[in-house]
Every structure is written in C-alpha cells, then in structure tokens.
T-cell receptor, first 114, second 113 residues
Framework: GENVEQHPSTLSVQEGDSAVIKCTYSDSASNYFPWYKQELGKRPQLIIDIRSNVGEKKDQRIAVTLNKTAKHFSLHITETQPEDSAVYFCAASIGGGTASKLTFGTGTRLQVTL | DAGVIQSPRHEVTEMGQEVTLRCKPISGHNSLFWYRQTMMRGLELLIYFNNNVPIDDSGMPEDRFSAKMPNASFSTLKIQPSEPRDSAVYFC???????????FGSGTRLTVV
C-alpha cells in the first residue's frame, strides 16, 4: 500500500520567515495530494491540495509543489504569522475512483515565534 | 450544512466498559472514515466504508474494536472491553468522489481510566 513520509517533525521559524514541509510517497499511482492544518484541540482541516496534472498551486501565502518523477511534494508558507502555528499533515491518495482513502504523513508541528 | 457530526465530544469510562462512538456524515457523502489520533502514533486510519460497506478494516487494532454503518447517515465505532491504551481522540470523516479531500468531524476525546 501507499506510504507517506513527512519531514521535519518539528519546525520553528520566526514571524515573517518562510516555512517548508516536505513529503514523499511510494505509490506512483497516487494522484491527489492534500494538506491539512490541525490547530491545538481542533479537527484537521484542508488548506490546499494539488492533483498530479499540476506542478504547483498557490493560495495567498501558501503554495504546494509536486514532483511526480521524484514522488515528493512540499508545502511552502511565506510571511509566516503566529496563527500559522499548528500541526500540518500531508496526504496522498488515488482519487477519482468510487472508493479511495487518504494516507497521511506523520505530521509537522510548526511553531511561529515572535 | 452542519458538517460531520460526532458524539459524544468527550467520554470518560472505566477499563472494561463498553464504549460506543457515533458519527453522522455529511449528507450525500458516500465514504466514511474512522481515525484514531494519539501523540505517539499520530493519525491512524482504523476503517473506512464506501456506500455503507466496509472496504478496509486493516487498521482496526484488535477484535475489541468493531464498526458498523447501518445506513448512509450513521456509523458507530464500538470498543468492548475498553482499555487505558485506547485513550485517544477518535475522528470520523466523510467524502464523496471528486471532492477535495475528506471532511473531519470535531472528534471524540476518549479517556479510559
């Protein structure tokens, strides 16, 4: 089955700096890659996603890149703010079928310091 | 849309007792997922259903855990008997084909003492 590895497990940046979280996946058939943000005590929530027919997607201060050949994808957060502090999960799935599940990475705890 | 609804939000029970967690997926979603989250093991998929049929239960830790989905709008996760190591946050999520990812409920925080 699919295996998703995520690095780093913790990341501390100063407010205003950029943060990058990287994930690799094992199943070349995976074609959908969402990122979730989980604030303390809250549910995971989708913040951005990318499909395999696209190399990069951007939404305001967050962007995701995908390298299908290398089977890795990354989350980039620019101009970080204290409210970006949370745990971020990457995931991969073979989407488009009648039944598909997400395989999640182990999470990255991002701390944005003042 | 009320989102994915889970109950109870918190459950404290004694070791050996039966625990039942409940989930109502978003109307129209045909896939339902149960996850367990702990600090040590992260977010683990326990089981998921498609059109009310269990598709993959390989994540269910042992026979003490069981899940049912009697209809498209309701699912339960049961632990019997419960043990302290079952203490975790249990999330239910739902989706439909073509949707962006899965939508999570607020979770049930289970404490077994």
């Amino acid at each position: 089955g699919e295996n998703v590895e995520q690095h780093p497990s913790t990341l501390s940046v100063q407010e205003g700096d950029s943060a990058v979280i990287k994930c690799t996946y094992s199943d070349s058939a995976s074609n959908y890659f969402p990122w979730y943000k989980q604030e303390l005590g809250k549910r995971p929530q989708l913040i951005i996603d990318i499909r395999s027919n696209v190399g990069e997607k951007k939404d305001q201060r967050i962007a995701v890149t995908l390298n299908k050949t290398a089977k890795h994808f990354s989350l980039h957060i620019t101009e970080t703010q204290p409210e970006d502090s949370a745990v971020y999960f990457c995931a991969a799935s073979i989407g488009g079928g009648t039944a598909s599940k997400l395989t999640f990475g182990t999470g990255t705890r991002l701390q944005v310091t003042l | 849309d009320a989102g994915v609804i889970q109950s109870p939000r918190h459950e404290v029970t004694e070791m050996g007792q039966e625990v039942t967690l409940r989930c109502k997926p978003i109307s129209g979603h045909n896939s339902l997922f149960w996850y367990r989250q702990t600090m040590m093991r992260g977010l683990e998929l326990l089981i998921y259903f498609n059109n009310n049929v269990p598709i993959d239960d390989s994540g269910m830790p042992e026979d003490r855990f069981s899940a049912k989905m009697p209809n498209a709008s309701f699912s339960t996760l049961k632990i019997q008997p419960s043990e302290p190591r079952d203490s975790a946050v249990y999330f239910c999520a739902s989706s439909f084909p073509g949707q962006r990812g899965e939508t999570f409920g607020s979770g049930t925080r289970l404490t077994v003492v």
